[in-house]
């Protein structure tokens, strides 16, 4: 309802190009589902959709591959580290700009989880960190190519299943 953070919103749609925006529009929609699922508290349900697109704030422009790629595989390490640094810098925009602590926070948590600097915890922004990591890794690794894939879906159900390597 901020209109400082609406128009921050829209400036990293537009900055995101098609494939981008639809992506983070995704993200929005798997994440609202997964924290309403959990109960999360109206405060932190609220940091997971801003955030759901503010992780993007530093690179939509710049580097749209970082939207797109499945950084999960060992390969990528570099990847890894590179979009982690970006999303430590959205971070730091949403601590100086919109002066949200939580928000900042669950930003930073999302960097260090997507870096494998840190494991989840307990607490309600490492738990709506992990809200965001979900459904973005959700989302990179089922939706291909304009669609659904739903042998992508069940491949991913299945690693859940019996543990990622």
């Known amino acids: 309802s901020d209109p400082k953070v609406q128009a921050i919103l829209q400036k990293v749609c537009a900055d995101a190009g ?3 925006r639809n992506h983070l529009y995704r993200n929005c929609y798997l994440a609202h589902c997964i924290a309403t699922a959990l109960g999360l508290p109206a405060d932190e349900h609220r940091a997971v959709l801003a955030g759901s697109f503010l992780w993007a704030w530093s690179f939509a422009g710049d580097k749209e591959d970082l939207l797109r790629k499945n950084y999960l595989r060992e390969s ?89 390597s």
Not at 98 to 115: M, N, P, V
């Open 76 to 164: 990528l390490q570099s990847l890894r580290r590179d979009l982690s640094s970006r999303i430590k810098d959205s971070a730091l925009l949403a601590a100086s700009e919109l002066k949200d602590s939580l928000l900042t926070d669950i930003l930073a948590k999302l960097a260090r989880l997507i870096a494998k600097e840190d494991s989840p915890a307990a607490d309600l922004p490492s738990t709506a960190a992990s809200v965001l990591l979900g459904s973005d890794l959700v989302d990179r690794i089922c939706f291909h190519g304009a669609y659904w894939d739903s042998r992508a879906a069940y491949n991913l159900l299945k690693r859940f299943k019996f543990g990622i």
């Open 18 to 20: 098609k494939w981008g």
